[in-house]
């Protein structure tokens, strides 16, 4: 199965700072690569799909890129809303599509 | 966007057996390809299985072929999961969820855009 590593695993921001995760595959998985918000008590929702395409309804301080192995999702201006985990998803070829383990974003 | 919503979780002693339920609705549910993920406490969704539209191909997380069988009624609109031979490692919170495609000539690419609220589901004795 395609591992999935997601740095750092927990960050701390103020609001209105630029915020990158990154996370790397453990093979080569092109450009199939999602990000998803998880807030407490909810279920994931995703956010980029393909590395770099905004789901709809996204605001568009989001953004993802990167291929192969190596990908980042920025958040631009951190908004109140924002602090959540996030987790990485591969959708490279047949399943399973494995999840990173997360990134907690929290409020400095 | 759509709708969906899970039901049939419960606390069962291992070995025992479960049938999980996702009500789909506000989409044309025999349309889309279906997921079951779960997600234990504090850690990652994992991704449990697939479903094709059709119902025809499905696929299994290594951790549960062989025990778990995915399943769906497209004049129902409803997904299921029936889960046997439960171990304690299969308590978490079970999640539906919608496969979300965009294609452009050959190449697809898949999300999960719609998900239900989960059903939480407890193996212990």
């Known amino acids: 199965d395609i591992q999935m590593t997601q740095s750092p695993s927990s960050l701390s921001a103020s609001v209105g700072d630029r915020v990158i995760i990154t996370c790397r595959a453990s093979?080569?998985?092109?450009?199939?690569l999602n990000w998803y918000q998880q807030k407490p008590g909810k279920a994931p929702k995703l956010l980029i799909y393909?590395?770099?395409s905004l789901q709809s309804g996204v605001p568009s301080r989001f953004s993802g890129s990167g291929s192969g192995t190596d990908f980042t999702l920025t958040i631009s201006s951190l908004q109140p809303e924002d602090f959540a985990t996030y987790y990485c998803?591969?959708?490279?070829?047949?399943?399973?599509?494995?999840f990173g383990q997360g990134t907690k974003l929290e409020i400095k | 966007e759509g709708q969906l919503v899970e039901s049939g979780g419960g606390l069962v002693k291992p070995g025992g057996s479960l049938r999980l339920s996702c009500a789909a609705s506000?989409?044309?549910?025999?349309?889309?390809?279906m997921i079951w993920l779960r997600q234990a406490p504090g850690k990652a969704p994992e991704w449990v299985s697939y479903?094709?539209?059709?119902?025809?191909?499905?696929y299994y997380a290594e951790s549960v072929k062989g025990r778990f069988t995915i399943s769906r009624d497209n004049v129902k609109d409803s997904l299921y999961l029936q889960m046997n031979s439960l171990r304690a490692e299969d308590s978490a919170l079970y999640y539906c969820?919608?496969?979300?495609?965009?294609?452009?000539?050959?190449?697809?690419?898949?999300?999960?855009?719609?998900w239900g609220q989960g059903t939480l589901v407890t193996v212990s004795s």
């Open positions: 969820a919608r496969e979300f495609e965009d294609c452009s000539g050959t190449t697809c690419y898949e999300g999960f855009d719609s």
């Open positions: 506000r989409f044309t549910f025999s349309s889309y390809e």
């Open positions: 479903i094709s539209s059709s119902g025809t191909t499905t």
């Open positions: 093979q080569s998985i092109k450009n199939y």
């Open positions: 393909a590395a770099s």
């Open positions: 998803q591969q959708s490279y070829s047949t399943p399973p599509y494995t």
